[in-house]
């Protein structure tokens, strides 16, 4: 049976580590992307991480097909603050040099949080199991933000009815959605009446990042990516994802998943 949950996952600190960043700071994405989603939810149901060089991992090769969807909470039009942490690692197995320290600088999320939907089959056993898990508030492994030193919460489970939506008129999407074409050719733009008194504690924003999507192929396993939106801005009709990236309509929300 298929089912629609949700689940809201915080953190106090959290390092999504880019890819393409070395020095002098290790760099992090802002917004939580779908592999590393898929981590947390393979650790809630006890699912295996990485342990063998050019092999994925058990959770991925188990939820890689789930359907998801993310929307950030308590952001500043869709940014989280950060900040630079510095430290050694003096284990003496990080660094050839010959001291064997090696100085460290990451940038570092700080209060990250994001509503997390997950399109689960619970006649599928593990998937099954994820779906109690979440629910009981149980985690068979801590799951982390990227680093084994943020972990993760969740709270605020819940099950959602929902059905397909497909616009008819300006529509606003909650969630992260993936951009296939100029985002200017379908934000609906805002009309400015003289004297009307402008509220500016919600003006419109969009924002924009480059995320993870999947994992490629045998032997790197590197990040595949799409540009990815998120915006309160509302939405011409016309600007209705493709069926790749289906709108779904739940109680409160409009989403995608991907």
């Not at 650790?43 to 342990?51: D, L, N, R, S």
């Not at 700080?110 to 099954?128: G, H, M, N, W």
Request: charged share 20%; hydrophobic share 40%; glycine share 6%.
């Amino acid at each position: 049976m298929t089912k629609l949950i949700s689940l809201d996952i915080k953190a106090d600190f959290g390092m999504l580590k880019k890819p393409d960043t070395n020095e002098p700071v290790y760099l992090t994405f802002n917004m939580l992307h779908k592999p590393a989603l898929l981590g947390i939810l393979g650790a809630i149901a006890g699912m295996k991480g990485f342990t063998k060089n050019g092999e994925l991992p058990e959770y991925y090769e188990c939820l890689k097909d789930i359907k998801v969807s993310i929307m950030p909470l308590q952001h500043e039009n869709g940014n989280f603050s950060k900040t630079i942490i510095k430290y050694n690692n003096s284990t003496g197995l990080a660094s050839e040099e010959a001291s064997g320290n090696l100085m460290i600088a990451e940038q570092t999320l700080i209060s990250p949080a994001y509503r997390c939907f997950v399109l689960l089959d619970t006649d599928i056993e593990e998937q099954k199991k994820l779906y109690k898990n979440v629910f009981s508030y149980q985690a068979e492994f801590v799951p982390y933000l990227g680093k084994n030193e943020c972990s993760v919460w969740w709270s605020n489970a819940t099950e959602h009815k929902y059905s397909e939506f497909k616009p008819d008129g300006v529509f606003n999407i909650d969630s992260l959605f993936v951009k296939e074409e100029a985002l200017i050719k379908g934000v609906k733009k805002a009309r400015f009446i003289p004297g009307i008194r402008k509220d500016f504690s919600n003006l419109p924003f969009v924002y924009f990042e480059n995320l993870p999507l999947s994992y490629m192929g045998a032997p790197l396993f590197q990040y595949s990516f799409k540009s990815f939106t998120f915006t309160n801005s509302e939405l011409k009709e016309e600007y209705s994802p493709s069926n790749s990236f289906q709108l779904l309509k739940t109680e409160m929300n409009v989403i995608q998943i991907y």
